[in-house]
């Protein structure tokens, strides 16, 4: 437990440098969010879906921030400013992926079964960008501020405007 708080101070220090005091951690949306996020991933693996939907209700009253318990999380994720973020229950986001605020990792309301995407390592998605359907955002891609992402997006691209 004392590894995995270190590693999230490490990781918040790296992606913020803002932060100027370890205890400052403590006052992140995202530090508050992810650990909710965890417990309720746990429980929600565990059949527990009432509780899982719980901590993750209770998350994101006090972050602004929400993540669906069923949602998958690689290592080295962190949202900045993360206010309006929402992220499905079917969602996978691969390692070091960066979203800032207004985010969503949404569903169109037309698929079945996986509904969100899959988001690959080493992504940044802009402030307001909204990623919708079961789609692919590629390796080492850029998502920019306010994009409307409604298609496989190949790696190493940067996309703004509408991409449909």
């Known amino acids: 437990m004392i590894k995995f708080f270190k590693n ?8 913020d440098p803002a932060i100027h005091r370890n205890i400052e951690i403590i006052l992140y949306p ?3 969010v992810y650990i909710y996020y965890k417990i309720a991933h746990f429980l929600y ?3 527990c879906f009432f509780l899982a939907r719980y901590f993750s209700e209770v998350a994101k009253k006090r972050t602004g921030i929400e993540i669906h318990p069923g ?3 690689g290592k080295d994720f962190f949202i900045d400013h993360g206010t309006g973020v929402v992220i499905g229950e ?4 691969k390692d070091n992926v960066m979203l800032y605020h207004g985010v969503t990792l949404g569903g ?6 996986k509904r969100h995407p899959t988001i690959e390592n080493n992504v940044t998605i802009g402030a307001g960008a909204l990623i919708l359907g079961n789609i692919t955002i590629g390796t080492n891609s850029i998502i920019g501020a306010g994009a409307i992402v409604l298609r496989d997006v190949p790696p190493n691209s940067t996309i703004v ?3 449909k």
């Open 90 to 93: 079917t969602t996978i986001i």
């Open 8 to 15: 999230l101070l490490k990781l918040i220090k790296e992606k």
């Open 161 to 163: 405007g509408v991409y």
């Open 45 to 47: 693996l565990h059949k």
């Open 71 to 73: 949602a998958v999380i």
């Open 30 to 32: 995202f530090f508050k």
């Open 108 to 113: 169109t309301g037309k698929e079945k079964n």
